[in-house]
């Protein structure tokens, strides 16, 4: 029988939801809320073709969830609010509790909350989304995806920080990685559309204000960038990515900065909004290089090799390359960016067919290339509305 599953991402000022019928993976709605908190609230939706939008003041999540359900029973896709069977929920860091999806319960939001020291921009708005659709929707399954989850498959040589042992042991300080939902469902469309021979070696890259680039060998994650946080790995839109560790001390002595300064400073004025001194928007930095602002050109190269030498490193850990993806907003829709990255990859046989790239074609390599390029876009919340009817039971 038929299901109704919302799939939920909660950021800080923004609620994106898709509502599907399941299991036949229909999608009925899908919208956003905006700028939660602040006066120019706005509900923008789709039901089919026809496109709505509603401005409203949303002060909080528990608002904004509630015309969320109004729009969902007033548009007729549900009758009521007990026509939704369940509700999925991203969440960014599962630490070692969690290496599959769980349903909610009073330990599960505990450790979501305990965990908000290492996901500090992500896991508390879940955590709001999670408690508020409790109070909505109180006969709905909720159900959690963790972008950890799809990396737990990591070989400790890969995951565990050289560190003291007992660090590890005792305290589970590890590369967890990110994005998993993302990474998890680009990998199984590429297969689709090369072939799992075809496919075998493969590095996704999820490119947007955050950033992660995954090594997959035979569908499963065995390296990824994001790390202990999701502050590691490539440059973001303002995330620091790797630096020197020793530059966190040294910026708390000289400047006389609290953690807590440092850690609002790596995460949220750094990346290429720090070094354009423009904006976290690749677009605008992008634009702003063209128009010969050089901090911008420097910011936009400093991003494309941070890709470019994680992809090298992974294409020695996959032992070659058959597959490389790009997804999300900058990967799906940044031709240059593609372009850039792919330029020094010509010793693996890469080859781009420009017009292809240019209009964010399914495939961008040219016929003779020896690694499949592909740009597919990501969608997390068919991964998250999958993870419901299994874990939930609702098959």
Do not use: W
């Given at each position: 029988?038929s299901?109704k599953?919302l799939?939920?991402?909660?950021?800080?000022?923004s609620i994106?939801?898709?509502?599907?019928?399941?299991?036949?993976?229909?999608?009925?709605?899908?919208?956003?809320?905006?700028?939660?908190g602040?006066?120019?609230?706005e509900?923008?939706?789709s039901v089919?073709?026809?496109k709505e939008?509603r401005?409203?003041?949303?002060?909080?999540h528990?608002e904004?969830?509630?015309?969320i359900?109004d729009?969902?029973?007033?548009?007729?896709?549900?009758?009521?609010?007990?026509?939704i069977?369940?509700?999925?929920?991203?969440?960014s860091?599962g630490?070692?509790?969690?290496?599959?999806?769980?349903e909610?319960?009073?330990?599960?939001k505990?450790?979501?909350?305990?965990l908000?020291?290492?996901?500090?921009?992500h896991?508390?708005?879940g955590l709001?989304?999670i408690e508020?659709?409790?109070?909505?929707?109180?006969?709905?399954?909720e159900?959690v995806t963790f972008?950890?989850?799809?990396?737990?498959?990591?070989p400790?040589?890969?995951?565990v920080?050289?560190?003291?042992?007992?660090y590890?042991?005792?305290?589970?300080?590890?590369r967890y990685?990110f994005h998993g939902?993302?990474?998890?469902?680009v990998?199984?469309k590429?297969?689709?559309?090369?072939?799992k021979?075809?496919s075998?070696?493969?590095i996704?890259?999820?490119?947007g204000?955050?950033?992660s680039?995954?090594?997959i060998?035979?569908?499963?994650?065995?390296?990824t960038?994001?790390?202990?946080?999701?502050?590691?790995?490539t440059?973001m839109?303002?995330?620091t990515?790797?630096?020197d560790?020793?530059i966190?001390?040294?910026?708390?002595e000289?400047?006389n900065?609290s953690?807590?300064?440092v850690?609002q400073?790596?995460?949220?004025?750094?990346?290429?909004?720090?070094?354009?001194?423009i904006?976290?928007?690749?677009?605008?930095?992008?634009?702003?290089?063209?128009?010969?602002?050089?901090r911008?050109k420097l910011a936009?190269?400093?991003?494309?090799?941070?890709?470019?030498?994680?992809?090298?490193?992974?294409t020695?850990?996959?032992e070659?390359?058959?597959?490389l993806?790009?997804?999300a907003?900058?990967?799906?829709?940044?031709a240059l960016?593609?372009k850039?990255?792919?330029?020094?990859f010509?010793?693996l046989?890469?080859?781009i067919?420009?017009e292809?790239?240019?209009?964010?074609?399914?495939v961008?390599s040219?016929?003779?290339?020896?690694?499949n390029?592909a740009v597919i876009?990501?969608?997390?919340?068919?991964?998250?509305?999958?993870?419901?009817?299994?874990v939930?039971?609702?098959?």
């Open positions: 029988m299901k599953i799939a939920i991402n909660s950021g800080s000022s994106k939801f898709k509502l599907y019928l399941m299991p036949e993976e229909k999608l009925l709605v899908s919208g956003s809320a905006e700028d939660i602040g006066r120019n609230g509900i923008k939706y089919g073709d026809v939008s401005k409203l003041v949303l002060k909080d528990d904004a969830i509630s015309h359900i729009i969902l029973t007033t548009s007729g896709v549900i009758k009521d609010q007990n026509d069977a369940g509700v999925g929920h991203r969440i860091h630490g070692s509790y969690y290496t599959q999806s769980v909610v319960d009073e330990d599960v505990d450790k979501i909350d305990k908000k020291i290492l996901s500090p921009l896991n508390p708005n709001a989304g508020a659709f409790e109070k909505f929707l109180p006969n709905a399954k159900v972008d950890t989850s799809f990396h737990s498959t990591i400790e040589k890969a995951s920080y050289a560190l003291p042992y007992e590890y042991r005792d305290y589970k300080i590890k990685g939902p993302s990474h998890q469902y990998s199984q590429a297969r689709e559309v090369f072939g021979e075809h075998r070696r493969m996704t890259c999820h490119l204000n955050g950033c680039i995954t090594a060998k035979d569908g499963k994650s065995i390296n960038s994001m790390g202990f946080t999701p502050l590691a790995g440059m839109g303002t995330r990515g790797d630096i560790p020793e966190v001390p040294f910026l708390e000289k400047f900065l953690s807590d300064e850690r400073l790596m995460n949220k004025k750094s990346g290429l909004a720090g070094i354009s001194g904006s976290n928007d690749e677009r605008e930095v992008e634009q702003a290089a063209r128009e010969g602002n050089e911008a936009l190269d400093i991003f494309v090799h941070s890709i470019q030498q994680f992809i090298g490193a992974y020695t850990d996959l070659g390359l058959d597959t993806v790009f997804t907003g900058i990967g799906e829709h940044a960016v593609r850039e990255v792919c330029s020094a010509g010793y046989g890469v080859k067919d420009d292809k790239n240019n209009h964010n074609e399914l961008i040219t016929p003779d290339s020896k690694v390029v876009p990501t969608n997390e919340e068919i991964i998250i509305a999958r993870d419901v009817m299994r939930a039971k609702l098959n």
